[in-house]
Structures are given as C-alpha cells and as structure tokens.
C-alpha cells in the first residue's frame, strides 16, 4: 500500500505531518489562512496568550525552547495576530519589525571590528549595536513609503488614500524624520534620497546650503561684470581707477574667503561629524561621505551632537527610536513589535551556545525592553536558559527577567500535541469530506490516551510529527494494497514510539542530530 492510498482513503489531500520547519509548512500556512473555519483551535501554544501580550500596550516577552518546539511558528502566528489586529484597529496599528536574521547585521559588525575570531567579535556587540540595528530595519522601509504614496513597503501602510500621506505630519516630524533617514537609510543611495525626501517633505534647504551655493554662484559673474566694466568702458570721474581695481580686488577676496569656508572647511566639519557617526553605527555598512553628504541636507540646528549618535552612549539612540516612534504614531502607528528569532543559525553563530550569549544579553537590559509601545517577543534556543542562570545577581537586576512575561521552557503535553495533530488533519481533509480524528487512524486495541502517551514522550511537535510520519510510512509498507487494512496497529505504534523517543534522548544527549 502507498501512501498516497492511506491518505486518500481518509480523505486528505496530502500528508498532514510532513512538514517540520513552520516557515516552508504548506499546512500550518493553510491553518492559519482558515483559521475562521474553526479548525485551529490546537495550533496556538497554551501560553501564546502570554507571549503576545495586549496589542494596545506593547511588551516584552522572553521564551526559551528546545529546536522543534515550535517557537519559528510563534513568530508566524504573531505576525498573523498583527495583521488581524490591525484591519480591526486602522488609527492603532502595530509594526512589525522582524529580527529574525541577523546574518548581514552580525557580518558587517564582524568585519568592522576584525576580531580573530566570530566569539572575539560578537563579545563587542553593544546595546545600541541592536537598537541602531532595528533603526535601520525600520526607516528605509518608511522612507519608502512617503517617497511612494501608490505602494505599501514591506507591510507598512501609511494609509495612502490620500495619495499624500506627508501632510499628516508636522513641520518638526518631518525633520526628525529627515534626520532618521539621514542616519539609517540603505546605504547605496541614502545621500541621494535625502535630497528627494527633503523635497518631498518640503523642507528647505538650509541656509548654508542655499546663500553658500547663490555666493558662489553670483559673485563671480558680478565679478566679471566688473572686471568688464573697469577695462572695456569709460569709469565715471568719481570713481577713479584705482579705487574701482581695490574694490574688485577685496570683493575677489572675500568671495574666495566665503568659498573656501563654504567648499572646504564646512566640508571638512561635515566629514568629520560623518566619520564620528560611522564609527558609532558599526552594522551599517556605508561611508564618512555619504553620513556627510545626507547630513548637509539637515539645518546646523538639527544635527547637533545630541541628536545624532556620536558616541557610545544609549541616549541618543533612545532618542532616535522615540523620533521613529512619533513618526509612525502620526501615520496610525501605536507600536512596534520587534521579534527575535533564529539566533542559533546565523553562520558566525552557528549554534554556539557562548556565541549566541554574546549576541543576546545586551537586549537583555529592562530599560531597554519596558520602553513605551515597542514590544521585544524574544525566542530563545533553549541552551541560552541554562546560560541565563549561572550568571550573577548583578545581571537578574539588570535584565528584570521577572517583569518580561518569562516562558522558561515552551513544552506541550501529549494533549496539546494530539489536538495539534487532529487541527493539521482537518487542514488537510478534502473540501465537503467528513473529518476525521486522530484516534481513527489507529487500530481499535489502540485507546486515545495511549496516543496521548506516546505523543507526550517526544515533548514537541516536530518530533510528534515525525512520529506520526513514521507510523503512517511503517504500516503501509508492511500491507498490500488488495489487504485494505486502513488502520494503524498497535505493535507499529508501539515500535515507532520507542524508536523515536530513543532518538529524542540521543539528540537531547548531542549523540545525533535532530
């Protein structure tokens, strides 16, 4: 017997329990699109309440779990919530920000600080290495917006019915939105998008940029024009020759004055306010030239040192986000979530317990995490829990783990995992098909709380569903097809279990892979 046979006769269009990685699950993606239909009752976590918490008042959640344990499909179902959350809430949606792949971030920070090692470099990782990080996820994608009214960038929407969506914006919002690009646009064309964003904001140009360039322009031809005169025409007997030469000759002099105070020390002073802030955001890779170029758009005013991220310090930093955070207030933007996802997999990580450590505990400061309308939902490997609890008292007052809505182990009991089971079959029941449960697949020696048992002995739904797998692939192979024996044996159930929970020990051990 095939397969494909076992599963047609239980009208399943396909195999409920091949899928174990939530991002590529043709399944669980077709869960959650029908969700109304009443069959995902089972999908969502007991505690997935806890970890999202209230939309309308943002906060931290950290979670830690074992691989397979579901937390990839926490953050799918967040995004979800937020999505549903923001058709019915249009003046009080949420951002969501993902975080989930730190790949770039971590490389461009490994590169600019050249340690020996990936551990010797992401040691160095800061505080507002992150902050500086999500600032940078955020702010193209809203510049975006405004420069296109007519699209929606990476699901955020300005609500461009209007077609122009700036005018909900004060004249101070505009410039801390300038200044937010300036620092944090994409690097390949941040410069040249100042000057388009300035325009389309209908900002000025500052002063120094607008007189310097008309000096420049005008003295010369005024120059010139004279020179012309004095050479070329009869000078009136009130204005000797002499007198009009010394005055052409001060008037040169003060143009190449100004010109070189416009042309190169002005420059000079902007390059230098360009190479302090290159230096201070270490995962953005991008030039002294194009911080200097975007910030000569930016009135002296505005860039002054406390606006701008000069040093090490958090304040500036916390500065930007709540700039970033009245912007997108004013485009009906309450909040942002912030998700932390997959930190085990980047290729400088690479699962290293001290290398995610490293790149983890600086998020792990309460000021950071209890900030007004950002939520930061973190969801840890479980090797980090260990981690997090050999350090010393010093840090538990720091991180204020208490108050950050703390899953200290995402487990699911045989019962979670049963009804998890039965939602990814009814998922996959043919349309106008009656459902079947789980219990119905196995022989009638077989009793639902044994199911219930052997699901509790792997703890997490990728390992219960290669549970599942197996059993369905090991009893086909062992009938024929003329036999039509449908139902799962106990002896079967019974083999695969203990195989299977043999594996899950092993792994858990670092015998085997998962």
């Known amino acids: ?129 992150h902050m500086d990080a999500i600032l940078h996820a955020v702010t193209p994608r809203l510049v975006d917006a405004v420069l296109d009214p007519d699209c929606i960038a990476d699901g955020l929407d300005l609500g461009q019915g209007s077609g122009k969506p700036v005018k909900r914006l004060s004249k101070d919002l505009r410039i801390e939105l300038l200044l937010l690009q300036a620092v944090y646009d994409r690097p390949d064309q941040a410069d040249a998008r100042t000057i388009l964003l300035r325009r389309r904001l209908r900002i000025g140009p500052p002063p120094a940029v607008f007189w310097g360039g008309l000096l420049l322009a005008v003295i010369p031809v005024v120059l010139i024009a004279g020179l012309v005169y004095v050479n070329f025409f009869t000078l009136p007997d009130l204005v000797p020759r002499r007198i009009a030469d010394w005055a052409l000759a001060i008037v040169a002099a003060l143009w190449a004055l100004a010109a070189l105070k416009i042309a190169v020390w002005d420059r000079l002073a902007l390059l230098r306010t360009g190479h302090r802030v290159r230096r201070q955001i270490r995962v953005v890779q991008r030039g002294d030239i194009s911080y200097a170029r975007a910030l000569r758009q930016i009135r002296p005013s505005n860039r002054e040192g406390a606006n701008l991220p000069l040093s090490d310090s958090d304040e500036s930093r916390y500065l930007m986000l709540e700039r970033l955070r009245r912007v997108l207030n004013a485009f009906g933007y309450a909040g942002m979530i912030v998700v932390l996802d997959r930190v085990d997999e980047p290729t400088l990580v690479s699962g290293d317990p001290d290398r995610m ?158």
């Open 1 to 129: 017997m095939t397969v494909s046979d076992f599963l047609n006769h239980w009208s399943l269009t396909e195999n409920p329990f091949r899928g174990e990685e939530a991002r590529s699950d043709a399944v669980f993606a077709r869960m959650g699109a029908a969700s109304k239909g009443g069959f995902d009752g089972g999908t969502y976590h007991s505690d997935f309440e806890k970890i999202f918490g209230d939309p309308r008042r943002p906060g931290a959640s950290v979670v830690f779990g074992e691989k397979g344990s579901g937390k990839t499909a926490i953050r799918l179902q967040i995004a979800r919530r937020i999505g549903e959350y923001n058709h019915s809430n249009p003046g009080a949606k949420l951002l969501l920000v993902p975080y989930d792949d730190l790949n770039g971030v971590l490389d461009r920070l490994h590169d600019r600080l050249g340690g020996k090692t990936p551990l010797e470099s992401l040691q160095k990782l800061r505080l507002v290495d």
């Open 357 to 514: 450590k490293a790149v983890v505990w600086p998020l792990l400061n309460n000021k950071f995490l209890q900030q007004e309308g950002l939520g930061l939902k973190m969801l840890l490997p479980m090797e980090l829990r260990h981690a997090v609890f050999r350090e010393s008292s010093s840090f538990f007052q720091e991180a204020r783990l208490d108050k950050q809505s703390l899953i200290e182990h995402l487990t699911w009991t045989g019962a979670m995992l049963y009804d998890l089971c039965e939602s990814r079959m009814a998922a996959c029941t043919a349309e106008g098909a009656p459902r079947s449960k789980l219990i119905d697949l196995f022989a009638e020696d077989v009793a639902r709380q044994d199911v219930v048992d052997a699901l509790d002995r792997l703890h997490q739904p990728r390992d219960a569903f290669k549970l599942m797998y197996r059993c369905i692939g090991e009893h086909c192979a062992s009938v024929t097809r003329g036999q039509e024996e449908w139902k799962i044996p106990r002896h079967v159930l019974a083999s695969v279990v203990k195989q299977e929970a043999e594996r899950v020990q092993q792994m858990f051990r670092g015998i085997r892979p998962g």
